[in-house]
């Protein structure tokens, strides 16, 4: 009779978690990596990172504005040359003809309260996110719909 071996395989939290964790090592950004992973019946949709639009000049050849003005994190979105790793994972998924309506989205970061406003109208119904981010709008938003939220914690 054959040996049976145990394999230790990931939750579907940690697979996809870890996932987006790879994908943010393509961001761009000086200031935070963020990766997501668009997620439906187990089965990734759409990816996005966050950086520039394609064909620009990265923000390490032009630097970035919101540090030079000392812009805290969370505030002033709109001086950034960059997109949110979110909003890119909609965006790829739109410009491929990918309905993402019903799916679960899993972030690095907590969304801000833009991606909020994105993932509610994009039909998203679940947002897993790994690290905090002070956007407390965002999640009183989320609070407001069905959509459900949840934190995983990630280990090494």
């Not at 054959?2 to 393509?26: C, N, Q």
């Not at 630097?63 to 001086?79: A, D, Y």
Request: hydrophobic share 35%; glycine share 8%; aromatic share 6%.
């Amino acid at each position: 009779m054959a040996e049976t071996r145990h394999i230790e395989r990931p939750s579907w939290d940690e697979y996809f978690m870890h996932l987006a964790f790879e994908v943010s090592k393509r961001s761009t950004c000086l200031r935070r990596a963020v990766g997501a992973v668009i997620v439906k019946d187990r089965r990734i949709l759409a990816t996005g990172y966050n950086g520039v639009p394609s064909g620009l000049r990265h923000c390490d050849e032009t630097g970035c504005l919101r540090q030079q003005l000392n812009v805290p994190s969370g505030q002033r979105h709109e001086i950034c040359r960059g997109l949110h790793a979110e909003q890119n994972a909609i965006i790829q998924a739109a410009r491929y003809g990918i309905d993402i309506a019903g799916s679960s989205i899993y972030i690095t970061t907590q969304p801000c309260v833009v991606c909020t406003k994105m993932l509610i109208n994009a039909g998203i119904t679940e947002v897993v996110y790994a690290e905090g981010y002070p956007d407390e709008l965002a999640m009183e938003m989320l609070s407001e719909t069905g959509i459900m939220v949840r934190r995983v914690e990630m280990s090494s």
